[in-house]
């Protein structure tokens, strides 16, 4: 009765592991139609072709361990089932009562040991590699929004660039109306553009709750903390076009803010970084725009801040002997077109240049803004106080 009973326990049990692997296998080979990066993704396993050093490692380890634990259970299950099939009760088994075996004891703790510092010492490796991000050619910071990614150029070539990479996958492929796409629920309207061949740093944080940007083909990922900055490395071996998501938890539409990284050669990197300027420089400012003299003058503060004070001073009264006062300077009181030539061409005496340089690289914008702060303020107050950037612009050419 027990015997019987231990014979369908083990063919029971058999059954259910190659029911559970059966369908693991064919959750795998319907994963690999829809996966994206297209053809080459494997089902069962990472997504393929990994592209920096890092993800290859990684890769490594992963299948090591894989082989490693599937030697363990075949050896220890081997074991057992042959134990329950061949010493079975109905076979009149008898069990060996011995106690203690010193041999045993010591094996089964040497061996597993020797396995897992062997597995620490590769995984240690890889983990120290992924942490150095020093020397890096160009830095970006990503910010993980509710439910998008900005991204920031920090340092290196395309500095200054920064947008917003939000889902593009059209509504009518989420609400089933169109057939969806191998990249469905993967693609951005503004991808991260980064070069080939050169170690790129990232810089992640985020503004309301934890996001976590990640792409597995680049081997990285990691958490995206409010008022926290983590980084992270990758130096991409191949051009193209990897692909990932928030890997956090992190409200109603985490499943819509994916993560593309466009990888380019050097030349098409380059060729982006001017487009993307000159996107920036068009969105800047209207230079058309009618101002309000209020917004103008808020406007010419911050310009003057940043530009001016450290010489005519906050107060507007300069320092005497050297720098004129902006207050009541019969300049900021006299038409504004002389005051725009000071702002275009500086103050030349005699040939020769004075401390008061030409500001013609500030945009036609802030150049209105500052001049219209100054006769606006500190108790100046000329007929025509209101320049237009306009103005500036007639006067440059
Ligand atoms: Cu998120």
């Not at 539409?253 to 300027?277: C, K, L, T």
């Not at 050297?322 to 030539?341: D, R, T, W, Y």
């Not at 040939?351 to 340089?357: L, S, V, Y």
Request: neutral net charge.
């Amino acid at each position: 009765m027990v015997g019987k009973m231990m014979g369908r326990l083990a063919a029971g049990s058999a059954a259910l592991t190659v029911a559970a692997f059966g369908l693991l296998c064919s959750a795998g080979a319907w994963a690999v139609e829809d996966m994206p990066g297209g053809p080459g993704n494997r089902a069962w396993n990472l997504p393929g072709n990994p592209v920096t050093s890092i993800a290859r490692g990684q890769q490594w380890i992963h299948e090591v361990l894989l082989w490693v634990s599937v030697a363990i259970c075949v050896v220890v299950f081997g074991a057992m089932f042959y134990a329950i099939f061949a010493f079975r009760k109905s076979k009149g088994a008898r069990p060996a009562d011995f106690h203690e075996s010193t041999a045993v004891e010591v094996a089964w703790t040497i061996v597993p040991f020797i396995i897992i510092v062997g597995l620490a010492v590769v995984a240690t490796e890889e983990v120290i590699a992924q942490k150095d991000s020093s020397n890096a050619y160009l830095t970006v910071k990503a910010t993980g929004h509710q439910w998008k990614w900005g991204y920031e150029y920090l340092k290196g070539e395309g500095e200054g660039i920064n947008f917003l990479s939000s889902l593009s996958t059209p509504q009518a492929q989420i609400t089933n109306a169109d057939a969806k796409n191998l990249t469905y629920l993967m693609e951005v309207d503004n991808p991260v553009v980064v070069p080939v061949n050169k170690k790129i740093r990232m810089v992640v944080t985020a503004s309301d709750v934890i996001h976590a940007w990640g792409v597995p083909q680049l081997g990285v990922k990691q958490d995206a903390i409010p008022g926290f900055v983590r980084d992270l490395w990758f130096r991409a071996e191949r051009v193209g076009v990897y692909r990932g998501q928030c890997y956090e938890l992190c409200g109603r539409n985490h499943a819509f803010m994916p993560i593309v990284v466009d990888v380019r050669s050097d030349a098409d990197y380059a060729a982006w970084v001017g487009e993307q300027r000159k996107v920036m420089l068009a969105k800047a400012d209207d230079p058309n725009k009618e101002w309000d003299a209020a917004a103008l003058a808020a406007r010419g503060e911050k310009v003057y801040a940043a530009n001016c004070v450290a010489c005519h001073q906050a107060t507007g009264q300069g320092v005497p002997g050297a720098f004129p006062a902006l207050a009541n300077s019969p300049k900021v009181l006299g038409g504004q077109e002389e005051q725009i030539q000071i702002m275009l061409n500086g103050v030349v005496k005699n040939g020769t240049p004075t401390a008061m340089a030409s500001f013609k690289q500030l945009s036609d914008t802030e150049i209105a803004a500052v001049i219209t702060y100054t006769r606006n303020n500190w108790g100046n107050k000329p007929g025509d106080n209101l320049v237009q950037p306009k103005d500036v612009a007639a006067a440059r050419k």
